[in-house]
């Protein structure tokens, strides 16, 4: 379980079959409810503190070099979305604080620090911000005046900026954007994927949910290469057979898999979810992908 977060994928996988999981997650909160879950099924579950693009070293330190599935639920979780001192929502006050593992820069340092021009491509690139420009000069000017600590301010301040023309609140694009900025979660997912492919032994499945366009992109593209293999240069050129990629996965689905009518009745959060799922082969493992350019490393 790449993302374990509550142990709800866990609990899930262990009510359906006989298995032993090995749970990721950089969250320190994760533990007491990974504590939970041992009481039910003992021996059977162990969470390991770090990065889901990590997680062929994490396994590799505790002996583990094959596994039979990975699960990945992308994107922030309830129990940090729902707790206001992490500072996720903009619809509850808290500390814009948005770091998963509690380290390193916060969603503050990007909003009070950062260039205007820095701030205007984050909420391009990651949220898909139209209004991206005026936002960030909006962003400055404020803090001129006062620093933007907490999550009001901000979200106050983006629906000041941005006029309400759709369903969804303006301030949302622009807390995703900055909440995948600080926690380099496009980078993560593209270490997390290849990461996955080497560690599932053949026949082993890889379960992906992603919750917006840019992580579903990633998701799609990486399965249709890796399912499709090379393409073929010209009709008239056959495949030269030396250094030919085999295709190391196996699509489940044509497409995403989206939620029904009652799961999202029963879960309204799950309305935008997609899966996609693949079973992986026989073939090697594809060499990792280079940097991403867009990430906050680079």
Not at 84 to 109: C, E, I, V, Y
Not at 117 to 141: M, T
Not at 172 to 201: C, H, M, P, W
Request: charge should be neutral; aromatic fraction near 6%.
């Amino acid at each position: 379980d790449g993302t374990f977060g509550a142990g709800g994928y866990s609990k899930a996988i262990l009510d359906t079959a006989r298995c032993t999981i090995w749970g990721i997650d950089r969250d320190p909160g994760t533990e007491i409810f990974a504590a939970d879950l041992d009481q039910h099924y003992p021996g059977q579950v162990t969470v390991l503190r770090g990065r889901y693009g990590d997680m062929k070293d994490l396994l590799s330190d505790v002996g583990v070099d094959k596994v039979d599935g990975v699960a990945m639920d992308l994107g922030v979780s309830s129990m940090q979305l729902d707790n206001p001192s992490r500072g996720f929502a903009f619809n509850a006050d808290g500390p814009l604080d948005m770091r998963m593992d509690r380290k390193g820069m916060t969603a503050a340092d990007v909003v009070n620090e950062l260039a205007e021009q820095e701030i205007a491509d984050i909420l391009y690139r990651f949220g898909d911000e139209r209004a991206s420009r005026r936002i960030a000069k909006a962003i400055v000017e404020a803090r001129s005046v006062t620093p933007i600590t907490r999550t009001f301010q901000l979200a106050d301040l983006v629906r000041s900026t941005v006029p309400r023309t759709a369903r969804i609140d303006p301030a949302t694009r622009t807390f995703q954007a900055i909440r995948i900025y600080v926690n380099d979660e496009l980078e993560e997912l593209d270490k997390g994927l290849s990461a996955a492919e080497e560690l599932l032994a053949p026949g082993g499945r890889l379960c992906v949910v992603s919750f917006h366009s840019l992580e579903d992109g990633r998701v799609k593209e990486f399965l249709r290469t890796r399912s499709e293999g090379p393409a073929r240069p010209s009709r008239h050129r056959p495949y030269q057979m030396i250094n030919v990629r085999l295709p190391s996965l196996r699509l489940l689905n044509r497409g995403a898999v989206k939620p029904t009518v009652d799961e999202v009745s029963d879960n309204p959060r799950a309305r935008s979810a997609r899966l996609r799922a693949a079973e992986r082969t026989a073939a090697p493992a594809w060499p990792c992908p280079r940097k991403n350019p867009d990430s906050r490393a680079a």
